[in-house]
Protein backbone atom coordinates (compact mmCIF):
# COMPACT_ATOMS: atom_id res chain seq x y z
CA UNK A 1 0.00 0.00 0.00
CA UNK A 2 1.26 3.29 -0.70
CA UNK A 3 1.97 5.68 2.53
CA UNK A 4 -0.53 8.72 2.55
CA UNK A 5 0.97 11.66 1.20
CA UNK A 6 0.89 15.00 3.48
CA UNK A 7 -2.21 17.36 2.69
CA UNK A 8 -0.45 20.87 1.72
CA UNK A 9 -1.46 24.14 3.72
CA UNK A 10 -3.04 26.85 2.57
CA UNK A 11 0.41 28.76 3.29
CA UNK A 12 1.59 26.59 -0.02
CA UNK A 13 -0.50 29.48 -2.40
CA UNK A 14 2.81 31.66 -1.72
CA UNK A 15 4.89 28.75 -2.98
CA UNK A 16 3.94 30.88 -6.51
CA UNK A 17 3.94 34.29 -5.30
CA UNK A 18 6.32 36.80 -5.70
CA UNK A 19 8.73 37.67 -2.90
CA UNK A 20 11.35 40.34 -2.90
CA UNK A 21 14.72 40.09 -2.42
CA UNK A 22 17.14 42.50 -0.81
CA UNK A 23 18.46 43.44 -3.59
CA UNK A 24 15.22 44.94 -4.37
CA UNK A 25 14.74 42.37 -7.27
CA UNK A 26 11.72 39.92 -7.70
CA UNK A 27 12.21 35.98 -7.99
CA UNK A 28 10.07 33.18 -6.68
CA UNK A 29 9.61 31.20 -3.83
CA UNK A 30 9.92 27.82 -3.48
CA UNK A 31 10.36 26.48 0.39
CA UNK A 32 6.64 25.75 0.29
CA UNK A 33 5.70 22.74 -2.25
CA UNK A 34 3.17 22.77 -4.88
CA UNK A 35 0.50 20.52 -6.11
CA UNK A 36 2.09 18.23 -9.17
CA UNK A 37 0.83 14.91 -8.91
CA UNK A 38 -2.24 13.66 -6.49
CA UNK A 39 -1.48 14.75 -3.17
CA UNK A 40 -4.25 16.56 -1.38
CA UNK A 41 -4.10 20.52 -0.75
CA UNK A 42 -6.51 22.58 1.61
CA UNK A 43 -7.69 25.59 0.04
CA UNK A 44 -8.30 28.45 3.23
CA UNK A 45 -11.58 30.45 1.74
CA UNK A 46 -9.83 33.97 3.28
CA UNK A 47 -6.83 33.35 1.30
CA UNK A 48 -8.93 34.06 -2.19
CA UNK A 49 -10.62 36.53 -3.54
CA UNK A 50 -13.31 37.68 -5.74
CA UNK A 51 -12.11 39.22 -8.31
CA UNK A 52 -9.56 37.49 -11.14
CA UNK A 53 -7.48 39.79 -12.77
CA UNK A 54 -3.95 37.55 -13.47
CA UNK A 55 -2.95 39.51 -16.92
CA UNK A 56 -2.25 35.90 -18.28
CA UNK A 57 -5.90 35.16 -17.51
CA UNK A 58 -7.98 37.44 -17.02
CA UNK A 59 -11.39 36.48 -15.82
CA UNK A 60 -13.82 39.67 -15.57
CA UNK A 61 -17.18 39.00 -16.26
CA UNK A 62 -18.26 39.58 -19.56
CA UNK A 63 -15.12 38.81 -21.24
CA UNK A 64 -15.50 36.80 -23.94
CA UNK A 65 -12.87 35.14 -26.19
CA UNK A 66 -13.83 32.90 -29.66
CA UNK A 67 -11.19 30.16 -31.16
CA UNK A 68 -10.95 28.88 -34.05
CA UNK A 69 -9.87 25.19 -33.84
CA UNK A 70 -8.99 22.57 -36.68
CA UNK A 71 -7.37 19.25 -36.46
CA UNK A 72 -5.17 19.08 -38.98
CA UNK A 73 -7.50 16.73 -41.45
CA UNK A 74 -9.69 19.31 -42.52
CA UNK A 75 -11.93 19.40 -39.58
CA UNK A 76 -13.18 22.93 -38.10
CA UNK A 77 -14.81 23.71 -34.82
CA UNK A 78 -15.81 27.30 -33.53
CA UNK A 79 -14.53 27.62 -29.68
CA UNK A 80 -16.71 30.51 -27.40
CA UNK A 81 -15.50 31.41 -24.34
CA UNK A 82 -17.29 33.50 -21.95
CA UNK A 83 -17.33 34.65 -18.40
CA UNK A 84 -20.80 35.00 -16.18
CA UNK A 85 -21.72 36.77 -13.12
CA UNK A 86 -23.42 33.35 -12.06
CA UNK A 87 -22.40 32.32 -8.12
CA UNK A 88 -20.95 29.11 -7.16
CA UNK A 89 -18.93 28.06 -4.08
CA UNK A 90 -16.75 25.35 -3.86
CA UNK A 91 -15.66 24.53 -0.62
CA UNK A 92 -16.10 28.08 0.47
CA UNK A 93 -14.62 29.94 -2.50
CA UNK A 94 -16.40 31.67 -4.20
CA UNK A 95 -15.31 30.53 -7.98
CA UNK A 96 -16.01 32.82 -11.26
CA UNK A 97 -17.96 30.38 -13.19
CA UNK A 98 -17.08 30.57 -16.78
CA UNK A 99 -18.86 29.12 -20.06
CA UNK A 100 -17.18 27.06 -22.45
CA UNK A 101 -18.90 25.91 -25.80
CA UNK A 102 -17.87 23.85 -29.07
CA UNK A 103 -19.54 24.36 -32.07
CA UNK A 104 -19.35 22.88 -35.78
CA UNK A 105 -21.18 24.03 -38.60
CA UNK A 106 -23.67 25.07 -35.85
CA UNK A 107 -23.80 21.53 -34.26
CA UNK A 108 -23.66 21.93 -30.49
CA UNK A 109 -20.46 19.85 -29.76
CA UNK A 110 -19.04 20.33 -26.29
CA UNK A 111 -20.85 22.52 -23.19
CA UNK A 112 -18.58 23.05 -20.45
CA UNK A 113 -19.05 24.84 -17.33
CA UNK A 114 -15.68 25.50 -15.61
CA UNK A 115 -15.05 26.96 -11.92
CA UNK A 116 -11.42 29.15 -11.17
CA UNK A 117 -11.14 31.27 -8.59
CA UNK A 118 -7.60 33.29 -7.61
CA UNK A 119 -5.78 33.90 -4.00
CA UNK A 120 -4.65 36.87 -2.84
CA UNK A 121 -0.79 35.86 -3.99
CA UNK A 122 -2.45 36.36 -7.73
CA UNK A 123 -2.36 32.47 -8.95
CA UNK A 124 -5.42 31.04 -10.81
CA UNK A 125 -6.80 27.59 -9.35
CA UNK A 126 -8.80 25.60 -11.14
CA UNK A 127 -11.56 24.32 -8.94
CA UNK A 128 -13.20 21.76 -11.20
CA UNK A 129 -15.98 21.81 -14.24
CA UNK A 130 -19.21 19.96 -15.72
CA UNK A 131 -18.36 18.66 -18.84
CA UNK A 132 -20.84 17.52 -21.85
CA UNK A 133 -20.09 16.41 -24.95
CA UNK A 134 -23.08 16.22 -27.59
CA UNK A 135 -23.59 13.80 -30.65
CA UNK A 136 -26.98 14.94 -32.78
CA UNK A 137 -28.04 17.19 -30.08
CA UNK A 138 -27.98 14.19 -27.09
CA UNK A 139 -25.43 13.93 -24.39
CA UNK A 140 -23.41 11.23 -25.14
CA UNK A 141 -20.28 11.72 -22.55
CA UNK A 142 -19.71 13.96 -18.67
CA UNK A 143 -16.33 12.41 -19.08
CA UNK A 144 -13.61 14.76 -17.52
CA UNK A 145 -16.59 16.41 -15.06
CA UNK A 146 -15.12 17.02 -11.61
CA UNK A 147 -15.18 18.94 -8.37
CA UNK A 148 -12.76 19.67 -5.98
CA UNK A 149 -13.18 17.93 -2.54
CA UNK A 150 -15.85 15.82 -4.27
CA UNK A 151 -14.97 11.83 -4.82
CA UNK A 152 -11.16 12.27 -4.76
CA UNK A 153 -10.94 15.68 -6.89
CA UNK A 154 -8.04 17.98 -6.07
CA UNK A 155 -7.98 21.88 -7.29
CA UNK A 156 -5.09 22.56 -9.53
CA UNK A 157 -3.15 25.58 -10.68
CA UNK A 158 -3.73 27.04 -14.07
CA UNK A 159 -2.00 30.20 -14.37
CA UNK A 160 0.85 31.41 -11.91
CA UNK A 161 1.02 34.56 -10.27
CA UNK A 162 4.34 34.68 -11.52
CA UNK A 163 5.16 32.49 -14.30
CA UNK A 164 8.77 30.97 -14.85
CA UNK A 165 10.57 28.49 -16.98
CA UNK A 166 11.05 25.61 -15.31
CA UNK A 167 7.95 25.69 -12.85
CA UNK A 168 5.81 22.57 -12.90
CA UNK A 169 2.38 21.72 -11.38
CA UNK A 170 -1.11 19.66 -11.74
CA UNK A 171 -3.92 21.92 -13.29
CA UNK A 172 -6.59 19.44 -12.00
CA UNK A 173 -6.36 15.93 -10.15
CA UNK A 174 -9.40 13.50 -10.45
CA UNK A 175 -8.06 9.84 -10.63
CA UNK A 176 -8.53 8.61 -14.01
CA UNK A 177 -10.69 11.21 -15.46
CA UNK A 178 -8.60 14.63 -15.07
CA UNK A 179 -4.81 14.52 -14.49
CA UNK A 180 -3.51 17.85 -16.57
CA UNK A 181 -0.03 19.10 -15.65
CA UNK A 182 2.09 22.14 -16.87
CA UNK A 183 5.15 23.23 -17.05
CA UNK A 184 6.26 26.53 -17.97
CA UNK A 185 8.73 27.01 -20.91
CA UNK A 186 9.79 29.79 -21.84
CA UNK A 187 8.62 33.52 -21.37
CA UNK A 188 8.96 34.74 -25.22
CA UNK A 189 6.98 33.25 -27.06
CA UNK A 190 5.65 34.38 -30.13
CA UNK A 191 2.53 33.88 -31.79
CA UNK A 192 0.73 34.93 -35.28
CA UNK A 193 -3.68 34.40 -34.73
CA UNK A 194 -6.42 35.52 -36.52
CA UNK A 195 -7.02 38.30 -33.75
CA UNK A 196 -3.48 39.49 -34.54
CA UNK A 197 0.61 39.28 -33.72
CA UNK A 198 1.86 38.85 -30.49
CA UNK A 199 5.29 38.95 -28.49
CA UNK A 200 6.69 38.53 -25.07
CA UNK A 201 4.00 35.23 -24.52
CA UNK A 202 3.77 33.10 -21.59
CA UNK A 203 4.31 29.64 -23.60
CA UNK A 204 3.05 26.37 -21.12
CA UNK A 205 3.43 22.57 -21.70
CA UNK A 206 0.38 20.16 -20.99
CA UNK A 207 0.75 16.73 -20.94
CA UNK A 208 -1.72 13.97 -18.65
CA UNK A 209 -0.41 10.68 -17.74
CA UNK A 210 -4.09 9.64 -19.29
CA UNK A 211 -2.86 10.13 -22.78
CA UNK A 212 1.39 9.98 -22.87
CA UNK A 213 1.52 10.93 -26.01
CA UNK A 214 -0.44 13.80 -26.20
CA UNK A 215 1.33 16.96 -25.57
CA UNK A 216 0.01 20.72 -26.26
CA UNK A 217 1.84 23.99 -26.30
CA UNK A 218 -0.62 26.99 -25.15
CA UNK A 219 0.39 30.91 -25.49
CA UNK A 220 -0.87 33.26 -22.94
CA UNK A 221 -0.52 37.06 -23.48
CA UNK A 222 -0.46 39.41 -20.88
CA UNK A 223 -3.66 41.08 -20.65
CA UNK A 224 -5.49 38.96 -23.39
CA UNK A 225 -5.22 35.55 -21.90
CA UNK A 226 -4.88 32.31 -24.35
CA UNK A 227 -3.93 32.96 -27.95
CA UNK A 228 -2.95 30.31 -29.31
CA UNK A 229 -3.04 26.40 -28.46
CA UNK A 230 -0.98 23.60 -30.40
CA UNK A 231 -0.60 19.92 -30.45
CA UNK A 232 3.10 18.89 -30.61
CA UNK A 233 2.21 15.22 -30.80
CA UNK A 234 -0.85 12.84 -30.44
CA UNK A 235 -2.48 14.97 -33.62
CA UNK A 236 -2.34 17.82 -35.54
CA UNK A 237 -4.63 19.95 -33.87
CA UNK A 238 -4.26 24.06 -33.52
CA UNK A 239 -6.39 26.82 -31.88
CA UNK A 240 -6.50 30.26 -32.58
CA UNK A 241 -7.85 33.40 -31.20
CA UNK A 242 -10.35 34.99 -33.45
CA UNK A 243 -11.85 37.54 -31.16
CA UNK A 244 -11.53 39.21 -27.71
CA UNK A 245 -14.34 41.55 -26.26
CA UNK A 246 -12.47 42.27 -22.43
Known sequence: MRSALPVLAAVALLALAPSCAGDGSTEATSSVPVPTGDEPVALDPAVFVTRIDNPYWPLAPGSRWVYRETDGQGGEQRVEVSVTDRPRTILGIAATVVHDVVTEDGEL?????????????GNVW????????????RVVST????????DGAQAGIVMAAQPRPGLAYRQ??????????????????????PFGSFDGLVVIKETTPLEPDVLEHKFYAAGTGLVLAVARSGGGGREELVSYEP
Open 172 to 193: EYLAGEAEDRARVLRLDGRAEV
Open 109 to 121: VEDTWDWYAQDTA
Open 143 to 150: EGSWESGV
Open 126 to 137: YLGEDTKEYEGG
